[in-house]
């Protein structure tokens, strides 16, 4: 694979990684809003603009750091700003916010496969540029799904578990919230061969399930 090619791959990368994440933290702040929080309207990020939600390190860097290792892809973008107090069902609500940032990243790759499998592309040619964009829709947006269902603070996994976790649980995610990404980030250095596993035998899974909706 020449210079070229590799280059084109990771702008496409790219491209999908920001797009994918932009659309993450657009749902959770459209969910808040719709369950009374006006906060993430208030801060100007219920837009596509790309500007208002993008991270350098973890929309950017980390994701095409990743692609170019061959390690399973993963990332996010700015969280969007979130005030619980306001939301309707409180704990209920915040889980219910926190579901569709993983949520959409599920519905990206179950229509990008999809698409990819009726047009044909992911049936042509393993080699192809559109066969590379549909896997990576699929494969981007299922790794960003699985990384964000973690349930250490303050990915979306978290909140989710807060919802139906007995008292001494919300205690034990309410302390590790300020530290709660570097214990992601630790975890993942020091396990990173089991996180890895983990992770493509649930990307694995799921697109298996998809083949199994097409009836492949």
Do not use: C
């Amino acid at each position: 694979m020449d210079f070229n090619t590799n280059f084109l791959q990771i702008v496409i990368v790219l491209v999908i990684a920001v797009f994918s994440v932009i659309l993450h933290e657009l749902a959770h702040g459209l969910v808040a809003y719709w369950l009374g929080d006006r906060t993430a309207k208030d801060a100007g990020r219920l837009t596509l603009n790309p500007i208002k939600h993008i991270d350098p390190y973890m929309s950017i860097l980390v994701p095409v750091v990743l692609f170019i290792l061959k390690a399973p892809v993963f990332g996010g973008a700015k969280p969007v700003p979130i005030n619980s107090h306001n939301l309707k069902g409180r704990e209920w609500g915040m889980a219910l916010v926190a579901f569709a940032g993983p949520f959409t990243n599920f519905l990206i790759a179950l229509i990008s496969f999809l698409i990819g499998y009726f047009s044909g592309i992911l049936r042509s040619n393993p080699d192809s540029i559109g066969f590379f964009i549909f896997m990576e829709l699929v494969y981007l947006n299922l790794g960003f799904l699985l990384f964000n269902l973690i349930p250490i603070p303050p990915l979306d996994g978290s909140r989710i578990l807060y919802a139906i976790a007995p008292d001494f649980v919300r205690d034990i995610l309410r302390k590790m919230e300020v530290y709660g990404i570097i214990i992601v980030y630790a975890l993942i250095l020091i396990f990173g061969n089991v996180f890895s596993g983990l992770m493509i035998g649930g990307m694995t899974g799921i697109i298996h399930f998809f083949y199994l909706l097409v009836g492949a």
